[in-house]
Every structure is written in structure tokens, then in C-alpha cells.
């Protein structure tokens, strides 16, 4: 009889790069015999599933004190997520608990209903919410490591969630809830995706014994459009940034870098800073918004590009916009920041200081004037992030099947 492993995740979509791993993971699973299912919340864009009639019913923070209400429930662990989650558990009887992103919109309380049933509960790590109550360790736009340990009141005297009280306190109350003591009881191993996210984890004082490193993979349909492109061909005249148009991600530094720069930038991807992106660089002629692309064009673009750029100004676990990068064999200019330099050496790209435009402008000109080996870069990345290596960690050291 196969194993059974029950991903949970709180959105079953390609909404995120959390989203997209969860995806990636299912598909590796399921195509090596492993019989592997999905829990999430209930919502509109969610994907078909086997239990998707038992998911939690969605919840938002948005649109007044009765779902503020239901969604501080849902934080806590009450409601419907418990009946929802242990049907689930009754049907499917998994071998293995894999939580993924489910602070929030599920809950923690998930693990632990698991954990009593004597079910393996381990816990890949997407961001920083089990040591920072905001989840990405940032005030003011820098990062911040106040809360690491202790009882997390600096995101109720900074206000940490949007500026907002009644927010900061939910967050404060469910880290609370959900403490230290309570998450290392409920899990077996806390999967970190960066030696620097391991770090943290360890700093913030989790079991060492408990913290594992898993980096992500790219997944096989992605890796094969990468395997059959010609990296010997000569590069387009441009470099590109692809990623969330979001303040943590720098762009905006990039963009007032790119305006004062003679070469070509491709701007890839939405986010909330994109509107006014767009207005305020629209007469400039060196710097071209695409929008969101699919798969196809994410390979097109990053292919074609002598370089990319991660400005990113926050704690990055182990971001898929630089494993692909590197996979379409073009080196990356990306901030000394989280895990970020963990992937990038000096045959594969250069780091700068994050919130410093001379050392950005200094990298992209020099990367750009570079001769870079595109088909070493590809063929280095396309064996470290390959599927093969990563299954097979996580099935014996980490599902311990």
C-alpha cells in the first residue's frame, strides 16, 4: 500500500510562490507513487480537488468588524477549520502532515489535531511568521528581528500590520496562541527552504534537532523548456526584473536606477506598486512593463535577458525568481539579503548591498559588460534544483518514509 501525505496549504492556486510550491510538490508526489492529497480554505479560484467540499469556508480581514470577527476566530483555531480538517484526516488517513502557508486563513491548530493522532507533522517554512508576528520581518521598510524571542509585543507598540491596532492585536494574540513551545510540540520538523531561514529558526530558539534544510526545485515541465533551449545562443540586449511589484521587493530602487542606466529593463509581473510604476516611468524609454506573464512567457523573457535583478529588501527565503533564473542559464544581480546569496557565486552573478542604488547600478554595469558562460550557469542550476535530489530528501529525511 502506498504512503499518503496530505498537503495543507491556505490557498490551492498558483496565487504565490508558496501556491506554486505546494503545486510542484503534489505533482513530484503523485508522480512517484506517493497517494497525495490537499486541505485549504474554501475560495473562489482554488483548483479542483478530491476534498474540496471539506475545506475551511473562506474568511477575509476585509470588509467589516463580522469578518474581522470569523477571521480572528479562524486564527485562534476555532470554527469550522477543526471538523473540516479532522473529515478530512478520517478519509484520507494520512501517513504524513505537510503544512505549507497556513497562518491566518487556516490555522496551526491543524498540526496539532494531527499530532494527536500520532500523524508525522512536518512544516515547510515560506516566510518568517513563527518568529515575526508580521511574518517578514520588516518596520519602517527595514528588516527587524525584535520579536525573534520574548512575547512578540513590538508588533502591538509599532503596529506592525498595516498601521492598523485591531490588526496588530490579532496577530499579537495568535502568536500567542501559538507559541514556541506549542508549534515545536505539534511538529516533527520545521522544513526551511534557506540555511538562512534555519538560522533564524535556530536564533529565534527552536529545537536545532528539529530544523531541517530543504531548498526548493523547479518543476519538471519548467525544467524540461529549460533542458531543450539552446544557451549557447547570443543574449538580447537587455536585463529584466521578474517578481511582485510589492516595496519589500525593492523594485522601486531598481526603477529610479534603471531610468539613470543606458540599458534596456523589462519589468515582468503585477503587484500593488504597479500602477504607479507604470505612471511614473511611462515616458521612459529604457524601461518596458509586461505585465504578468504565464510559464511561457517567463522562459521567453528570462532566456533572452543577459541578466536579472533581485532588488529585494527583506528577508528572502529561497526565491524561486533567482532558481529559475539561473536554470535559463542567466546569471543574477541580487541584494545580500536572506537566502539570496546562498545561490548566487561569483560564476553565476554578483551581490550588493540591499538600499544602496550606487552598488546596484555598480553590479547591473558590470554584470552587463560581463561575459557570462549561460550554458555553465544553466547546467549547474538545472542539476542543484532538479526534482530528483530534492524527492529524495524529502522522502527519507524529512517524510521518513
Avoid at 293 to 317: C, F, H, R
Wanted: aromatic share 10%; hydrophobic share 40%; charged share 25%.
Amino acid at each position: 500500500m502506498s504512503k499518503r501525505v496530505l498537503l495543507v496549504n491556505k490557498f490551492y492556486y498558483p496565487r504565490g510562490g508558496d501556491c506554486i510550491v505546494v503545486l510542484n510538490t503534489e505533482a513530484l508526489l503523485r508522480d512517484n507513487g506517493v497517494d497525495t492529497e490537499v486541505f485549504a480554505m474554501k475560495y473562489p479560484q482554488n483548483l479542483m480537488s478530491r476534498y474540496q467540499a471539506l475545506f475551511a469556508s473562506e474568511v477575509s480581514f476585509g470588509g467589516g468588524m463580522g469578518n474581522m470577527m470569523r477571521a480572528m476566530k479562524r486564527t485562534l483555531g476555532l470554527g469550522d477549520v477543526r471538523a473540516s480538517f479532522e473529515a478530512v484526516l478520517d478519509e484520507f488517513r494520512p501517513d504524513v502532515v505537510h503544512l505549507h502557508n497556513i497562518h491566518s486563513y487556516l490555522s496551526p491548530v491543524v498540526g496539532e489535531l494531527a499530532r494527536k493522532r500520532g500523524i508525522r507533522v512536518v512544516w515547510t517554512l515560506h516566510d518568517y511568521k513563527l518568529l515575526c508576528p508580521r511574518y517578514d520581518c520588516l518596520l519602517d521598510g527595514k528588516p527587524c528581528e525584535r520579536c525573534f524571542k520574548g512575547a512578540k509585543w513590538g508588533v502591538l507598540t509599532h503596529r506592525c500590520m498595516k498601521g492598523s491596532l485591531p490588526a496588530s492585536a490579532v496577530a499579537w494574540l495568535e502568536a500567542v496562541k501559538w507559541n514556541r513551545r506549542k508549534l515545536e510540540q505539534n511538529t516533527d520538523v520545521f522544513v526551511c527552504p534557506s540555511s538562512f531561514m534555519a538560522d533564524k529558526m535556530r536564533a529565534g530558539g527552536f529545537d536545532p534537532a528539529k530544523v531541517k534544510v530543504l531548498n526548493n526545485f523547479l518543476d519538471p515541465v519548467k525544467l524540461e523548456r529549460y533542458q531543450t533551449i539552446d544557451m549557447t545562443s547570443p543574449r538580447e540586449d537587455y536585463y529584466c526584473y521578474v517578481g511582485r511589484l510589492a516595496p519589500e521587493k525593492g523594485v522601486a530602487d531598481l526603477l529610479q536606477v534603471a531610468s539613470r542606466l543606458p540599458y534596456r529593463l523589462k519589468v515582468a509581473g503585477g503587484g500593488p506598486l504597479e500602477a504607479e510604476l507604470r505612471e511614473k516611468y511611462a515616458s521612459c524609454g529604457n524601461i518596458e512593463f509586461l505585465g504578468m506573464l504565464d510559464a511561457a512567457g517567463v522562459v521567453k523573457v528570462l532566456t533572452g535577458a543577459k541578466l536579472s535583478v533581485i532588488p529585494s529588501q527583506w528577508y528572502e527565503n529561497n526565491p524561486l525568481s533567482v532558481v529559475e533564473s539561473l536554470c535559463a542559464g542567466t546569471p543574477v544581480a541580487g541584494t545580500r539579503m536572506g537566502g539570496i546569496p546562498e545561490l548566487i557565486d561569483s560564476e553565476n552573478g554578483v551581490v550588493f548591498q540591499a538600499f544602496d542604488q550606487e552598488a546596484m547600478s555598480t553590479a547591473i554595469t558590470m554584470s552587463m559588460a560581463r561575459e557570462w558562460n549561460h550554458q555553465e550557469i544553466a547546467r549547474k542550476a538545472l542539476e542543484r534544483f532538479g526534482s530528483e535530489a530534492h524527492l529524495r530528501t524529502l522522502m527519507q529525511d524529512i517524510y521518513g518514509f
